[in-house]
């Protein structure tokens, strides 16, 4: 056996318990021109007769000098692979990697609608899966999150390398003569990503545990495991609350009721569980503060009173019933990363509401504008956000929660989760404008090492 034999029979066993033993018709790929999607590309046109016709998307982000190379090296090597290609590239650069994904995966879904291609495959690997697990680990993510990437997820999407180290394709790309381009941008440590592959991980393994990488991918294995146990049992755990659904007078808005009294039955890690499964089944997602707070509803609520959880879920207690009222959509959020001191321009969306966003070097230390910040006290990169629960900012009284904030200043409640606020890279909360700013950043007068680097202006709004 060899690297060409191995992976492409591995190939072939990941496609058939992905999506069958049957001929899969066409399909498209995601292709970046990068060494993975240039190996999943070569194995779909060359190593496996699974597909009838293959196709390629290519999006230029449009964030790096040398994107549109990139995007001419890929037509070549479409034409000479003989590969059907659609390219885009951004009107205007994503100031950030959640943006980036966000337009590539919108360009992806349209093309493939309007090609009418039922499967897209992305070449994201075994060590994607381990950055995506740690990555979540470090935010605090739950069980769910520890699941890190898919292979698999509706409608039609596919990632048929996850079960393959990044070494796997490099020896397969070298066996077969394959040529990638590199993006410099992947070396730079002012992204997320890029600390946890070059920085994190390797220290990780040489000082902590030998095989970081793979315990993270086995810790993704059992988190599937424990979601795929749950989901097995709460319909049954379900069926014994007298579950119904409702549609509110003119069918605007749709919601769950079901028995008080079978749900406090249940202990509370358990109603946590159900709470979280119920909103998935109204269309929302509910964080840990939401759950947490209809935990303390469900079993301390008198009828008629009711609860904002977030995420336009809302939780009443009718009787004996408990209903659970999904409002209208909010569109998850787009928040802005601010990578470096330059000058740049974004938009934002914060509960659904766009917020602009740009930024500039500038030598007016004198301007009493709140946005403007000495650049020595400033830890890159910025990131321009909505309110999480516990945020706090440090005035000059001391330490306050911004929620507090907030209410002090009459911020309407559905505009809260609306309200941007300004973190550095060490989760330092410096602004929220127009309410507060941090204390300990300088005041606009003297802020430490001003006169030698200068100042920083950034306007939301």
């Not at 230029?60 to 590239?89: F, K, N, Q, Y």
């Not at 269309?283 to 336009?312: Q, W």
Request: proline share 5%; aromatic share 6%; hydrophobic share 45%.
């Amino acid at each position: 056996m060899n690297a060409v034999s191995d992976l492409r029979s591995g190939f072939d066993q990941a496609l058939a318990s992905l999506v069958g033993v049957e001929p899969m018709g066409p399909v498209m790929v995601a292709f970046s021109g990068g060494l993975d999607s240039c190996v999943l590309l070569h194995l779909l046109r060359f190593g496996t007769d699974r597909a009838s016709e293959v196709f390629v998307a290519h999006f230029d982000h449009a964030m790096r000098d040398e994107s549109a190379a990139d995007a001419e090296w890929v037509r070549g090597l479409c034409l000479a692979w003989d590969v059907p290609l659609t390219i885009a590239r951004a009107q205007t650069a994503p100031a950030s990697e959640a943006g980036a994904r966000k337009a590539r995966y919108e360009f992806l879904e349209r093309v493939r609608a309007e090609e009418n291609i039922p499967w897209l495959m992305t070449a994201h690997h075994a060590d994607d899966q381990a950055e995506t697990v740690l990555f979540r680990v470090l935010r605090g993510t739950g069980i769910e999150g520890l699941a890190g990437i898919p292979g698999a997820r509706e409608p039609g999407l596919i990632r048929p390398l996850l079960g393959f180290w990044r070494d796997d394709l490099e020896a397969y790309a070298h066996s077969v003569g394959l040529s990638w381009r590199e993006d410099a941008s992947n070396a730079a440590l002012g992204y997320a990503r890029n600390t946890i592959r070059r920085s994190l991980l390797p220290l990780a393994e040489a000082q902590v545990a030998q095989g970081a990488r793979r315990s993270l991918v086995r810790l993704a294995g059992i988190a599937r495991e424990n979601e795929a146990a749950w989901e097995s049992v709460l319909p049954d755990i379900v069926a014994g609350l007298d579950l119904t659904e409702i549609e509110e007078e003119g069918g605007s808005r749709l919601g769950l009721s079901w028995n008080r009294d079978a749900a406090c039955a249940l202990s509370q890690p358990l109603q946590a569980r159900v709470v979280r499964h119920l909103a998935a089944l109204a269309g929302r997602r509910l964080e840990e503060a939401g759950t947490r707070l209809a935990v303390e509803f469900i079993t301390a609520s008198r009828s008629g009173s009711g609860i904002e959880l977030g995420g336009g879920l809302e939780l009443r207690r009718e009787l004996d019933r408990l209903v659970l009222i999904a409002g209208v959509s909010v569109a998850p959020d787009v928040p802005i990363q601010i990578p470096e001191v330059g000058t740049g321009a974004a938009e934002a969306l914060l509960g659904g509401r766009p917020v602009s966003v740009s930024w500039e070097e500038t030598s007016d230390g004198d301007c009493v504008d709140e946005g403007v910040f000495p650049v020595a006290a400033l830890e890159f990169p910025l990131l321009v956000r909505g309110r999480e629960p516990g945020d706090r900012i440090r005035l000059s009284g001391g330490s306050r929660k911004v929620k507090k904030i907030l209410l002090e200043a009459r911020i309407p409640e559905g505009r809260r989760a609306q309200t941007p606020v300004l973190v550095d890279a060490g989760g330092r909360l410096l602004w929220v404008p127009g309410v507060a700013r941090a204390a300990d950043i300088g005041d606009g007068e003297g802020g430490r090492g001003a006169e030698d680097n200068g100042w920083f202006k950034i306007q939301i709004g």
